[in-house]
């Protein structure tokens, strides 16, 4: 099938920029990044049209497809990792969202990272990247995701770290690494817990398994520890790993950091694709999720809520233009996963899913839109700060129009894509949980707020933009993309997508939005507002507003101080409490035992050395006694 | 005359034995060393000698060890004159206390 090829070119493309990328001149090693990722996105449209039409629903539903299922790792004839890919509409979209971006970013990058001394690097990483996605998405096995989860790691440390002469991006790219990394313990041990109980790993296998009243299922509801079954313990070990990959509260602290990377990264990673693995984690996961009691998924509604309106509140206060996008992410992830966990499986329940999966493909287009245009906004005037910004709505006219549309798109205004997306997501959480949807409506009017803030902060504000000499020159690489995806973002909420992607592959009905998104529309406007009456002419309303609201806004400003405490508790109790009481265990004690050891040994051969003084006769005198004594024990004592 | 016990003559043998060992072990001389151990192996003959006579008077198998014993003495005495040389060569004595480098 010519599935595999749809990662296997950009891992082409990878391979041939790292190894020959120094030789090859920076536009070529671009348009070859760029062509690989347009073959694979033609592959994908291909392949779902293949899926779409010539296989097409069948007995109602879209099936699952497993294609090139190879065992890879047998273990014993009962246990055996195999690599396979698995199609269904949730991973064909997937797939066309992830080629799609990253055409688009390294598109824009040909431009933006003109004159970089590392481009075919900037280049091989990307593609690196696209392959991991790719492969992450189409696996059908649960340690493939697992595998290509780690995968999508390093690239994400490669990309971060990629000024790496900068000790601030060395620490963010570590920093990153190293979150995801320790929820990823938590990942393999749901692995392991999850296909020790439906003994198998592949992905179609285990759902079948675990979201049926099968034996495996029963056994493993029975397997009660500390409470709760095993299998909900799988899963939300589990959602744990997602909540790590996807900056959830509280393993969250890495995203902002992260921004210090290029931000066409910025725009591939942490906005369109790597921050949404956990949420296709659990949407690929949902029928056990769903079977295994309410636990598990209200644990992700809960963590998604939360950190929703987390981010949301942080990302008011922030002044630097990416790390308030940083936090949009952030919240926008939460409403994904709120939406997941409000979900149920079955008929019109299924909404949760597929507006969460809604979301995702439309949040790809408007929040890769922003970063794209804010990477031309920080080109234009050299810096991330919003105080450098304003007034810059003559200068850039094309970037003023698309970030305007991202914005609208984000705020949930109709008809640009969010709208759609978000109403559903409302939707289902309405039906589910009062208290979820009136976190999620309040997050979303401050979703509203702190865009608007950074649109009128950026292009009205001042009437002037400050230090701005000429019009910038304008490149049809970085232009074309912030066009395609502005397009996309306003239209792409027509897609009838609960019709598509489903939990169970059974169409959900879509369901009127007319009433009930009045209310929400209308929130969505008085952000609008109160952003425009304080942020579009420059006066004192936001700096008093913030002194008036005093300790408040300082603890939100400060991120709620969540990294002062993790920092505490890594260097103040980790490292002083257990880690230099154990290093010192090791050196005096356990080493000092070795030490001593041979120290001793050292001692009794000083004094013992004078045994063999090199005088013959004393050698002669030993040998003779031994000999006599020897004799008489033998002759003598020894009695067999 | 009356026959000499077998005892008195192992008296002798053992301290001809001893002797040469105090000899081996007391003197500096390598060549006197040597002589030392030639009476070692010459109480050994006697040892045996004694022990045919007494014991198997109809065999001759102790005298046979005992010519044994007198050609090897003579070949092992020759090597090791041919060691006390080359040992003069690098060390210009035959003290056995300056050739003490077999040590720590």
């Given at each position: 099938?010519y599935i595999?090829w ?7 493309a990878?391979?041939l920029?790292?190894c020959w990328g120094k030789?090859l ?8 990044g760029?062509?690989?990722?347009l073959g694979?996105?033609?592959l994908?449209i ?15 539903r879209?099936?699952e497809?497993?294609l090139m ?8 004839s ?5 690599m396979?890919?698995?199609l269904?509409?949730?991973s064909?979209m997937m ?9 688009m970013v390294?598109l ?7 004159g970089e ?6 280049y091989?990483f990307l593609?690196l990247?696209?392959?991991?996605m ?5 696996a059908?096995n649960l ?6 989860w780690e995968?999508v ?15 601030t ?8 690494f190293?979150?995801?990394r ?10 392991l817990?999850?296909?020790?109980g ?6 179609h296998?285990?759902l ?12 493993m ?23 790590g990959?996807?900056?959830m ?6 995203l ?8 066409p990264?910025s725009?591939?990673?942490h ?9 296709y ?6 029928p056990?999720?769903s079977y295994?009691g309410?636990?598990?998924?209200g644990?992700v509604?809960?963590?998604?809520a939360?950190?929703?309106l987390?981010a949301?509140?942080i ?7 990416k ?6 992410t ?11 966990g409000?979900?149920?499986l079955?008929?019109?329940k299924?909404l ?8 995702l493909?439309t949040h790809?287009f ?5 970063f ?9 005037v050299?810096s ?7 007034g ?10 698309c970030?305007?549309?991202?914005c ?6 109709p008809p640009f894509a ?11 959480a309405?039906?589910a949980?009062r ?6 409506l309040f997050s ?6 702190y865009?608007?803030?950074?649109y009128?902060?950026i ?5 002037q933009p400050?230090?701005?000499t000429?019009?910038p ?8 993309p912030?066009?395609?995806?502005a397009s996309c973002?306003?239209i792409?909420?027509?897609?009838p997508?609960?019709?598509l ?11 009127p ?6 209310l929400?529309?209308l929130v969505?406007?008085?952000?609008l507002?109160?952003a425009?009456?304080?942020y ?6 936001p700096?008093k507003?913030?002194?008036q609201?005093?300790?408040?806004y ?9 990294d002062?405490i ?6 103040d109790v980790i ?5 230099a009481?154990?290093?010192w265990?090791?050196r ?6 070795i030490?001593?050891?041979a120290r ?5 051969s000083?004094?013992i050395?004078g045994?063999q003084s090199?005088?013959l006769?004393?050698?002669m005198?030993?040998?003779?006694a031994?000999l006599a004594v ?9 009695k067999p | 005359?009356?026959e ?5 003559i192992l008296?002798v043998?053992?301290?001809l ?8 072990l ?10 030392a151990?030639?009476?070692?192996l010459?109480?050994v ?5 004694a022990?045919n006579r007494?014991?198997?008077p ?15 003495a003579a070949?092992?005495?020759a090597?090791?004159i041919?060691v006390?040389i080359n040992?003069?060569r690098?060390?210009q004595?035959?003290?056995?206390e300056d050739?003490g480098?077999?040590k720590?």
């Open positions: 099938m595999a749809i990662p296997l070119l950009p891992l082409a990878f391979v920029l790292g030789r001149r920076p536009v070529t090693a671009g348009w070859i760029i062509l690989t990722a694979s996105l033609l994908a291909l392949a779902t049209y293949h899926y779409g039409v010539i296989v097409g629903p069948q007995a109602g879209f099936p497809l497993l299922k190879f065992a890879w790792l047998p273990f014993n009962q246990l055996s990792i195999d396979s890919i698995l269904d509409p949730a064909l797939i066309l969202v992830v080629c799609f971006v990253s055409l390294q824009f990058s040909l431009g933006y990272m003109r001394q590392r481009f075919s690097t900037y091989a593609s990247f696209t392959f991991s790719l492969g992450l998405v189409l059908g340690f493939e995701i697992y595998i290509f995968l790691g390093l690239s994400s440390y490669l990309l971060i770290g990629f000024y790496f002469t900068r000790p991006a060395v620490a963010a790219a570590k920093k990153a190293i979150v995801t320790f929820a990823d313990l938590g990942f393999l041990i749901g692995i817990i999850l296909g020790l439906a003994q198998t790993l592949d992905l296998t285990l079948e398994r675990l979201s049926t009243p099968s034996v495996q299922a029963q056994h509801n029975s397997t009660i520890f500390l409470g709760m079954s095993s299998l909900s313990w799988g899963l939300i070990l589990v959602f744990v790993g997602g909540a990959k996807s900056a509260f509280p393993l969250h602290v890495w902002p950091d992260a921004m210090e990377g290029p931000t990264v725009a591939l990673i906005a369109a694709t790597m921050v949404v693995a956990g949420v984690l659990v949407a690929r996961l949902f056990a999720f295994s309410p636990t598990p998924l644990l509604r809960y963590v998604g939360g950190s929703a987390l949301a509140a990302a008011c206060t922030q002044t630097d233009i790390r308030v996008l940083a936090y949009s952030m919240s926008q992830i939460g409403f994904m996963m709120l939406a997941l409000s979900s149920g079955g008929g019109a299924e949760g899913y597929s507006a969460s999966l809604f979301h493909f790809a408007f929040k890769s839109l922003l794209l245009a804010a990477g031309i906004i920080i080109h234009q050299h991330n700060e919003m105080e450098a910004m304003g810059l709505r003559k200068a850039l006219p094309l970037t003023h129009i970030f305007l549309i991202g609208l798109a984000i705020a949930g205004i969010g709208f759609f997306s978000k109403e559903n997501i409302l939707l289902a309405f039906q949980d208290g979820i949807y009136l976190a999620a979303s009017g401050l979703t509203s707020f865009m608007f803030r950074l009128f902060h292009f009205w504000w001042k009437s400050a230090g701005l000429s019009r020159k304008a490149e049809w690489t970085m232009g074309l912030l066009l395609v995806l973002s306003s792409a909420g027509l897609v997508f609960p019709r992607v489903s939990a169970d592959g059974y169409p959900v009905a879509e369901q939005l007319g009433s009930f998104s009045v929400p529309v969505s406007f008085v952000g507002g109160i425009s009456f304080l579009a002419r420059e006066t004192e309303r700096r507003l913030g002194q609201l005093g300790r408040f300082r603890i939100i400003n400060h991120k709620f101080y969540i002062e993790y920092l505490f508790v890594t260097r490292v002083k409490g257990l880690a009481p154990a290093a265990v090791d005096r004690i356990v080493d000092g035992f030490n001593g050891l001793s040994t050292a001692w009794v000083q004094r050395r045994l090199g005088r006769q004393q050698y005198m030993y040998f003779f031994g020897l004799a008489i024990v033998i002759l003598y004592l020894w | 005359m009356s000499i016990p077998l005892t008195h008296f043998s053992t301290a034995f001893f002797i040469g060992l105090y000899g081996l007391s003197r500096r001389n390598l060549i006197t060393m040597l002589m151990i030639e009476l070692i010459n109480s003959n006697i040892n045996f000698l022990f007494y014991l198997h109809d065999q001759l198998h102790g005298v046979f060890f005992s010519l044994f014993i007198i050609t090897i070949a092992e005495a090597v090791a041919a006390i040992l003069y690098t060390h004595s035959i003290d056995v050739a480098e077999m720590f």
